[in-house]
């Protein structure tokens, strides 16, 4: 196997340019550095496999499109916008048992603004996994704090939400109440291309840093033991998870 060098900055530079001539000549012309991109994606993969299944060895992590590694075409069978190919590409790690498009997970993604996307996410579709989320806060108002509101409230994170206006679950505290209240979410740190660049095979340590803080909101969007599972992964990444 070749040598794990993370993610170039000409991956950054394709998907920039991507965004600008998002048509089939141009991608032809181009595929070579496409591929030379779908390679990169599929060698981080394989590199966070062992961290990945130490979170959870029931999340995929076959570097195979369609399971870890996203589409780069798009579906425009039932859109306006007919543009042929997505403006960012990802690599997710989800439960096995699921699509990838169905269940929460956690992902590693470029953009045609050449940056990237560490992060997780529960979709507006998700209606059994948002249940879950509501019933594991109500459950374990206390616990779900200490894990979330320690990090300072994931200040330096982006998140894209929107929330019921009708109370989901009474009694919660401001801080539970607000996450029960989300119709959907979408978590994570936004990284320059060129620090992920720079960084070269150090890049999944970035991605390892940021997954260990997102994991516990995870496992509450997804986890049947909630308490059992947040204590494996305490006793596992003590230093880390705190």
């Not at 095979?201 to 940021?210: A, D, H, L, Q, W």
């Amino acid at each position: 196997m070749p040598e794990f060098r993370g993610i170039s900055r000409n991956s950054f530079e394709f998907m920039k340019e991507l965004a600008a001539n998002n048509n089939q000549l141009w991608f032809e012309a181009n595929r070579a550095r496409w591929e030379s991109l779908r390679e990169e994606l599929r060698a981080v993969c394989i590199e966070m496999a062992p961290f990945v299944h130490g979170l959870d060895p029931e999340l995929e992590t076959e570097p195979k499109t369609g399971r870890c590694l996203g589409r780069i075409n798009r579906d425009t069978r039932f859109t306006r916008d007919k543009a042929p190919y997505k403006d960012y590409i990802d690599i997710i790690f989800f439960p096995r048992n699921h699509r990838r498009t169905e269940v929460p997970g956690l992902a590693f993604g470029l953009s045609g603004e050449e940056r990237t996307y560490i992060g997780t996410w529960l979709g507006a579709s998700m209606t059994d996994w948002r249940e879950r989320l509501e019933v594991n806060i109500a459950a374990h108002p206390q616990i779900f704090e200490s894990y979330l509101e320690k990090n300072g409230n994931f200040s330096d994170m982006w998140i894209h939400s929107e929330s019921y206006r009708k109370t989901r679950v009474e009694g919660l505290p401001p801080y539970c109440h607000t996450w029960a209240q989300r119709k959907f979410f979408y978590m994570g740190r936004l990284v320059p291309g060129e620090e992920v660049a720079a960084a070269g095979p150090n890049v999944t340590k970035i991605i390892e840093e940021t997954f260990l803080r997102l994991y516990p909101l995870f496992i509450f969007a997804t986890s049947h033991e909630p308490v059992a599972d947040l204590e494996r992964f305490r006793r596992k990444f003590r230093k880390t998870a705190g």
